[in-house]
């Protein structure tokens, strides 16, 4: 006779499966200008060309921001991308002409692209993790072997410790980050700025992969 399934593996399972809704879509998130609030950090230029073209007549051929998320945290150097577009559009100015402060990329150069890295692997293993805890609760469902309840526990915990260490740096990065590059580089008209979005998303699927330890507690007893 078939197993019926246990209605108490129900919420890890899909606990488990929203956790890793929630990690998937914040990796893979990109730099399109309809994610925007979903960015760790954009640098808004606008103030920047606007005061150009005032004092000028002409325009700056560079975007309106520049976003760090979590796909680009591998290359994220802003100053190399307004050059980058400098550049390419032929414009004799630079960003040394610009008076751009070097500072506000080598925060992410010597310290910030560093951190980043091991938090994208954090977010690696988290999705892994709350993946696994998927295929747990189906296991715990059918009572596929004795100790996947004991085993999604412990999995469910390992999941929650990743994201809460990632998205604890996330957040650091985000505030602190913010904070010296809208310090170098009001003078010049550039500005930091980040949404909520990206915060949302990550605290999120910490809570949820807590929540997932706590309902597979509720299963393993």
Do not use: E
């Not at 945290?73 to 032929?90: E, V």
């Not at 988290?126 to 309840?149: C, Q, R, V, Y």
């Not at 929650?160 to 998205?167: E, I, K, M, Q, R």
């Not at 605290?203 to 949820?208: A, E, G, P």
Request: hydrophobic content about 50%; glycine content about 8%.
């Amino acid at each position: 006779m078939a197993r019926l399934p246990s209605p108490k593996a129900v919420a890890p399972t899909v606990l488990s499966l929203l956790s890793f809704i929630l990690v998937a879509v914040l990796m893979a998130i990109g730099c399109s200008p309809n994610w925007q609030s979903f960015a760790l950090i954009s640098i808004d230029t606008t103030t920047l060309k606007s005061a150009f073209y005032t004092g000028t007549g002409s325009g700056l051929p560079i975007h309106d921001a520049y976003s760090l998320h979590l796909q680009t945290t591998f290359k994220f150097l802003p100053l190399t991308l307004i050059q980058n577009d400098l550049t390419t559009h032929y414009s004799r100015q630079t960003i040394d002409s610009l008076r751009i402060p070097g500072g506000i990329q080598d925060i992410f150069t010597k310290k910030y692209n560093l951190i980043l890295h091991v938090a994208f692997i954090l977010y690696i293993f988290a999705i892994t993790s709350t993946g696994a805890g998927i295929l747990l609760g189906g296991a715990a469902m059918f009572d596929l072997f004795g100790k996947a309840a004991l085993v999604g526990l412990g999995n469910a915990v390992l999941a929650t410790l990743l994201l809460f260490v990632a998205s604890t740096m996330t957040t650091a990065i985000q505030f602190n980050a913010t904070s010296v590059i809208n310090a170098l580089g009001a003078p010049i008209g550039i500005a930091a700025i980040h949404g909520s979005g990206f915060m949302t998303l990550t605290w999120c699927s910490c809570v949820t992969s807590l929540l997932a330890a706590g309902a597979w507690f509720v299963v393993d007893k």
